[in-house]
């Protein structure tokens, strides 16, 4: 078994550029599902990967990334700070984060009982479907 998972995950070499999946607690339903990142060092089998935002703070095993043919980052690029894999899911978000936030509002508030409302952001289709509603 141990042969197998050597042929089938080839060991990487610092500067290969490789996307790290991330998991589904960590994102949004429209986020994107990989990170690209490239490798930094290798150590014991273990793999840093930093990215545009920083260095992801756990060490990898080689069968938890996907190295590619082409560099899409270097080295160079990847800041000094250290950050989580969800931290920077984050940043590439299209919604700032994991999960969509929604009301539940079944009145036409207009005050700061609405959640949206509360945070500042109208009311989507998603908060109460095609109900009425004064913050859209």
């Not at 790290?20 to 930094?40: C, E, H, T, W, Y």
């Not at 545009?52 to 703070?57: A, N, P, Y």
């Not at 984050?90 to 079944?106: E, P």
Request: charged share 30%; aromatic share 8%; with cysteine.
């Amino acid at each position: 078994m141990k042969q197998a998972s050597e042929n089938r995950f080839r060991p990487g070499e610092v500067g290969q550029s490789v996307t790290v999946k991330i998991p589904d607690v960590d994102r949004a339903r429209s986020d994107f599902r990989n990170i690209i990142g490239v490798i930094l060092s290798i150590n014991n089998n273990m793999y840093e990967i930093g990215t545009k935002e920083g260095r992801l703070s756990t060490l990898y095993s080689r069968n938890q990334f996907v190295i590619y043919k082409e560099r899409f980052l270097k080295v160079d690029d990847v800041p000094q700070t250290k950050i989580s894999l969800r931290e920077t899911a984050r940043t590439f978000s299209n919604l700032g984060g994991q999960g969509y936030d929604r009301c539940t509002c079944v009145q036409k508030y207009k005050t700061r009982k609405c959640k949206c409302k509360a945070a500042e952001r109208l009311c989507t289709s998603k908060c109460h479907g095609s109900s009425a509603c004064d913050n859209k």
